[in-house]
T-cell receptor, first 112, second 115 residues
Framework: QKEVEQDPGPLSVPEGAIVSLNCTYSNSAFQYFMWYRQYSRKGPELLMYTYSSGNKEDGRFTAQVDKSSKYISLFIRDSQPSDSATYLCAMVFSGSARQLTFGSGTQLTVLP | SAVISQKPSRDICQRGTSLTIQCQVDSQVTMMFWYRQQPGQSLTLIATANQGSEATYESGFVIDKFPISRPNLTFSTLTVSNMSPEDSSIYLC????????????FGSGTQLSVL
């Protein structure tokens, strides 16, 4: 079993839809959770960062962490074609980015 | 976030040759890493680039195949040696800035195709 499992997709939604991207993990020692967005032929871009259970909102994006269920989600409201990208979840114990563990990514297409 | 310049952005190489990828950061960073992203797969850490000393390689990666240099705090190179088609991947430089131990910032990547 992988430490981090991510819904593989691909996911295709109409413009304006609410998108939910999800990851589960097995190691309860993970404390920091991130979402990266990767456009085609580009490097991953840090989108959201959180270290506690609950919700964190940034514009149209909401990151949700449920440590008791070992489950994290990224919600995108009012999705736009420019949101079309691959989204990667990532998580780490405290202290070292070297130990960052990534999900396999979910490819999202938002249709105009 | 740090500005991370990586080059080349892509290359097509012949089997048996080597390619050196450069990573330049606009400011001093505490840590630099090299990742590989194979088609349809997640990111795999190759090694930590240590300033002024040998890189620290992850399981499955060796110095002879992926020699790494980091002569100063803002520059590093990764060489993919004696390439085979299995080395076709995206190679990514990433950094951690001072005061941000968990947040990784990535370069734009090098798309490598080996024929």
């Amino acid at each position: 079993q992988k430490e981090v499992e991510q819904d593989p997709g691909p996911l295709s939604v109409p413009e304006g839809a609410i998108v939910s991207l999800n990851c589960t993990y097995s190691n309860s020692a993970f404390q920091y959770f991130m979402w990266y967005r990767q456009y085609s032929r580009k490097g991953p871009e840090l989108l959201m960062y959180t270290y506690s259970s609950g919700n964190k909102e940034d514009g149209r994006f909401t990151a949700q962490v449920d440590k008791s269920s070992k489950y994290i989600s990224l919600f995108i409201r009012d999705s736009q074609p420019s949101d079309s990208a691959t989204y990667l979840c990532a998580m780490v114990f405290s202290g070292s980015a070297r130990q960052l563990t990534f999900g396999s990514g979910t490819q999202l297409t938002v249709l105009p | 976030s740090a500005v991370i310049s990586q080059k080349p952005s892509r290359d097509i190489c012949q089997r048996g040759t080597s390619l050196t990828i450069q990573c330049q950061v606009d400011s001093q960073v505490t840590m630099m890493f090299w990742y590989r992203q194979q088609p349809g797969q997640s990111l795999t850490l190759i090694a930590t680039a240590n300033q002024g000393s040998e890189a620290t390689y992850e399981s499955g990666f060796v110095i002879d195949k992926f020699p790494i240099s980091r002569p100063n705090l803002t520059f590093s190179t990764l060489t993919v040696s004696n390439m085979s088609p299995e080395d076709s991947s995206i190679y990514l430089c990433s950094v951690v800035r001072a005061g941000s131990r968990e947040k990784l910032f990535f370069g734009s990547g090098t798309q490598l195709s080996v024929l």
